[in-house]
């Protein structure tokens, strides 16, 4: 891996992305679109504010991490299919420069998708957490790293954009249902709780569950971001060796 590729694949995609407004703006505002419309779903159910409350918590590590694997897995598809790849492989760039890089620009861009979120979950809809929103914050920019490096490796998997956005029943949904949001998972099944525990997801909904119920973080807390920020870079390091180097 070289710094200056490195670098300069970082900014190649960060000016790409300031030109694309459409996805600027399906990351930073569609997650707080999303929790604001189940705030009004939820709006005038009995007992609405505790159930939202939980609720809301959980999407603010969930949202994240889908948004950003959809947005990043799509990306990395078009670069593909319209030759940029097979144009950087002439270069000397590395597959890690290429695959950091990328991870690298998308990550930034989740800190403004991040505090648009977090913001609007504090102000705009009184969710109720006891620790400092600045961990909520780090949690959920952590959750996007994790949907991007997992965006990046299927995309090696897939030859077109709808292949790629054909993997998200594959990889979102078996974590959505097992990370707790539906049931908790102490009352799954027991092979559906190994499962579940395993999980990225459940490990995020764990991380920002833990910061409502006391004022200062964890060691289980830590816990589970380190395990989310290994488990991104492993899967990173796996689409760094996987993706081809020629359009199938």
């Known amino acids: 891996m070289h710094l200056r590729t490195y670098l300069a694949t970082t900014r190649r995609i960060l000016t790409q992305l300031r030109a ?3 996805t600027v703006g399906l990351i930073a505002i569609v997650p707080a679109a999303l929790l604001t419309l189940l705030y009004f779903v939820y709006r005038d159910y009995p007992g609405a504010d505790l159930l939202f409350n ?8 969930i949202l994240p991490t889908t948004v950003m ?5 799509v990306a990395m598809l078009r670069e593909r299919v319209s030759g940029t790849l097979e144009r950087l492989w002439t270069t000397p760039i590395h597959r890690a420069d290429l695959l950091f890089g990328y991870a ?3 990550a930034l861009t989740a800190v403004i998708q991040s505090l648009i979120l977090c913001a609007v979950a504090a102000w705009g809809l009184d969710v109720d957490i006891s620790a400092s929103w600045g961990w909520v914050v780090l949690t959920a920019l952590v959750d996007a790293f994790v949907g991007v490096s997992l965006g990046l490796l299927v995309s090696a998997f897939a030859r077109t954009e709808f292949q790629a956005v054909q993997f998200m029943p594959v990889v ?5 249902f097992l990370c707790g949001l539906l049931v908790s998972r ?3 099944p027991r092979a559906l709780e190994v499962v579940g525990d395993a999980l990225p997801m459940s490990w995020a909904v ?3 569950t833990e910061l409502t119920t006391a004022s200062e973080p964890s060691d289980d807390f830590f816990r589970y971001l380190a395990y989310l920020i290994c488990f991104g870079l492993v899967v990173l390091g796996v689409a760094a060796s996987t ?6």
Not at 172 to 176: S, T, V, Y
Not at 243 to 248: A, H, M, N, Y
Request: no cysteine; aromatic share 6%.
């Open 20 to 22: 694309d407004r459409r």
């Open 54 to 61: 939980h609720i809301a918590v959980s999407m603010m590590a």
């Open 69 to 73: 694997f959809l947005v990043t897995s």
């Open 104 to 106: 690298t620009a998308f």
């Open 172 to 176: 979102i949904a078996p974590q959505l």
């Open 186 to 188: 102490d009352q799954l």
């Open 206 to 208: 764990e991380a920002v």
């Open 243 to 248: 993706v081809p180097r020629k359009t199938r």
